[in-house]
């Protein structure tokens, strides 16, 4: 752990708090978005939709495995592309806006605190 010191402050050192589920949340849905790309990637490169379900359902049961599910389902209506930027666009447009959608759906605060929720990237 890093101490910050300086004239102004004499000790910056602190106790990392445990995460509120806001912000458990939050993190999930950095990966989230991530893994919409790696999704894409995958689906871009012929990993079979079946594949990519059953890495997901290595994760534990819950929302989050249940949107990641739907993120493959949904990846796999798009097309696999031959060309490599039109991989990359492919990619780049699936991941556009994913975390904005993930907040959206965050759970009610009760349901959340007990969760435990995943950031392992998904496939």
């Not at 990359?88 to 991941?95: I, L, N, S």
Request: with cysteine; charged share 30%.
């Amino acid at each position: 752990q890093m101490c910050i010191r300086d004239r102004f402050l004499f000790s910056a050192c602190s106790e990392r708090k445990p995460m509120t589920a806001e912000e458990k949340w939050q993190r999930f849905c950095i990966t989230y978005q991530s893994a919409a790309y790696n999704i894409m990637s995958d689906r871009q490169h012929q990993v079979t939709e079946q594949q990519a379900i059953e890495h997901v359902e290595k994760i534990q049961a819950g929302v989050e495995r249940d949107m990641l599910i739907a993120l493959v389902k949904q990846a796999h209506q798009s097309p696999a592309f031959d060309q490599q930027d039109d991989k990359e666009k492919a990619m780049e447009d699936f991941k556009a806006g994913k975390y904005q959608a993930c907040m959206a759906k965050m759970p009610e605060s009760s349901e959340a605190q007990n969760a435990d929720i995943p950031t392992a990237p998904a496939p």
